[in-house]
């Protein structure tokens, strides 16, 4: 049976989106196990006394049951090149717990920090991150991600970003370049040159 993840934001104590997060769980569960009673993760994540300050990541397996629900400091990683790799064939629609797929992408990026997977000729995510363009008036996000994360979701909705096919040929069209994730919101995430992105 195939596994999952959830991947929560503790600040301070206090978790970040988990609507959106609730959201995605619900419907991994009902799209994947045919489930349709779902347990409120806030009544599940009791957070620990030694992880109540500072920043956390809260890391959930699961499948038909939660299996684990796991703790730890978050360490933010430093990006300044990022690698467009090639894969029509690839889909990652849930947060699998397998990401060997991804991960053999991943291992194409040579001297990069980071890739950006380009399915059919269009922008999709990185390694672990959904990505943002600004074209010099507002900030565009791919159409068509391979997993809609769940800042993605919060930022679509409050009108911070908006959703656009961004191809390899549309590219020049843009000048800056951020990737976001649970962890990394738009106004927290590096902002780098479309000139970091290696062809």
């Not at 991947?7 to 489930?35: D, K, V, W, Y």
């Not at 990401?99 to 380009?118: E, F, H, N």
Request: hydrophobic share 35%; with cysteine.
């Amino acid at each position: 049976m195939s596994r999952f993840l959830e991947t929560i934001r503790i600040e301070e104590g206090s978790m970040t989106n988990l609507p959106f997060h609730q959201l995605r769980f619900e419907q991994t569960r009902a799209g994947c196990l045919g489930l349709d009673q779902h347990p409120a993760l806030e009544q599940l994540i009791r957070i620990p006394d030694n992880h109540l300050t500072g920043l956390v990541r809260c890391r959930i397996t699961y499948g038909s049951q939660i299996e684990k629900i796991e703790f730890e400091t978050y360490q933010r990683r430093n990006i300044r090149s990022v690698k467009l790799v090639i894969s029509d064939s690839i889909t990652y629609p849930y947060k699998f717990t397998d990401r060997s797929r991804l991960k053999a992408l991943y291992d194409q990026k040579g001297t990069c920090d980071d890739i950006l997977i380009v399915r059919h000729g269009e922008i999709t995510d990185s390694y672990a991150a959904n990505v943002v363009f600004w074209n010099g008036q507002e900030w565009h996000t791919p159409l068509h991600p391979l997993l809609p994360g769940t800042m993605r979701a919060f930022l679509l909705s409050q009108g911070s970003i908006r959703a656009e096919i961004i191809t390899t040929d549309s590219l020049p069209h843009y000048k800056k370049f951020k990737l976001i994730n649970a962890f990394q919101s738009l106004d927290e995430a590096p902002e780098l040159e479309t000139s970091a992105l290696i062809f």
